[in-house]
């Protein structure tokens, strides 16, 4: 489906690839919003053709369905509902129940988890809530430290983590880029913390949930997974589920899970109710029962066996991805992969992690930086969730991997370079005057999110 032009631009094109060609999902009414709203309607329909014309490999986004999009944009986003099913302080709940009730059972059926709570707005209100049902202000924390992937609710001291609890970074080992056993037991042994955190943000490998859980059982710690990342690839099971290991494990539903944005807990029955109340009354008021039923029916797709090839395909195309950087010359953190992730170094081809990106987003490859295990720069963190989704395969992340290359080492956004237009080559060539950005826009365009 073509979208539709703002008011102030010229009727769209047809579906071709070209710019301004962008589809958004069929549910939308963006006849209603163009006219009660144009600027907004023209912001929606500029970030949807933004979407569709690059490549996008931010590894913590993703494509959601069409019925996922339905469900955010359905009457249930005018319902009230402070509580949990059957405990409302609203009326007229009993829809709304029925959805929450589904999206719990569906998230405890899919991971294997006694308890799930779906009501988080987002991963850092998951945490948030977590740290609030185990711990209280000034217990100490181990967590990985941030200038070695931690998220900002591992210790930040811009974040509520950093000001209400007392944090202990561990690191990496600087040439492996995993986690060091020996430091990981030292430091619990020296602080006793109240809980470990096991969780990463760029780390591309499998955590050893056991050692955690050996570690944490050793010094009487809580063990509290941030899955946000990984969890996806455990619900169609191409990674290993931290939930028999972990007294709590939180998450985001974006992602690989390829769900609304918001976040969820899973947890034992004996800490089921600490962790509600952290969520609500404490921490949140009322949940977003639109997000909570699209949730609902992310958790129902991820429990298909499509979704579970989906999840190894993501895994296999980040592996290609990350053979065919290395073969370009990027350092590839840990060597490779085992997950949608990956960390490489653009120091071999002469630019840093920042200068990088900026270049990789002028050729329309859109991508993160992050620390380096090394703690001596940032990296580029990318992954492949997104493209995945769409289509694409192993002979497109070679593609990938050479546009990347040529776009770093020569700023592709201007660069005369060409690349071949095979999906299943990577031969860069010297001609073309639309440089890297318009191949990158004409492998886009084969693969819109929302045909």
Known sequence: MA????????????????AGAAAVPRYA?????????????????????????????????NFTSPAVLAALGSPLANKYAEGYPGARHH?????????ERIARERATALFGADHANVQPHSGSAAVLAVYAALLRPGDGVLALSLDRGGHLTHGSPANFSGRWYDFTGYGVDPVTGRTDPGELRRLAREHRPRAIVCGSICDPRHPDYALF???????????????????????????????????????????????????????????????DRAVFPFSQGGAQMHTIAAKAVAFGEASTPAFAG?????????????????AEGFTVVTGGTDTHLLVVDPAPLGVDGRTARSRLAAAGLIA???GLPSGT????????????????????????????????????????????????????????AGGVRAQVHDLAGRFPPYP
């Open 29 to 61: 009414d963006l006849d209603a919003l163009r006219r009660q709203d144009p600027l907004i309607a023209e912001v929606i329909l500029g970030e949807a053709a933004r979407q569709a014309g690059t490549v996008q490999l931010i590894a913590a986004e």
């Open 368 to 370: 993160d930086v992050c």
């Open 91 to 99: 009326g007229g709940c009993e829809r709304v129940d029925t959805a």
């Open 3 to 18: 979208v539709p032009t703002a008011p102030s631009s010229p009727p769209a094109a047809p579906d071709t690839g070209t």
């Open 310 to 326: 989906y999840a190894h395909r993501v895994v296999a195309n980040a592996r290609v991805l990350a053979g065919a950087l290395a």
């Open 213 to 275: 859980r050996e570690v944490a059982d050793e010094v009487g710690a809580w063990l509290i997974v941030d899955a946000a990342h990984p969890l996806g690839l455990v619900a169609g099971g191409a990674a290993p589920s931290p939930v028999p290991y972990a007294d709590v494990v939180c998450a985001t539903t974006h992602k690989v899970l390829r769900g609304p944005r918001g976040g969820m807990i899973l947890c034992g029955r004996s800490l089921a109710e600490r962790i």
């Open 377 to 432: 720069g940032r990296g580029v963190r990318i992954g492949t969730a997104a493209v995945t989704t769409q289509g694409m395969g192993e002979g497109e992340m070679a593609r990938i991997a050479a546009l990347f290359a040529r776009a770093v080492r020569e700023d592709g956004g201007r660069a005369g370079a060409s690349v071949g237009s095979g999906g299943g080559g990577g031969a860069v060539g010297t001609g073309g």
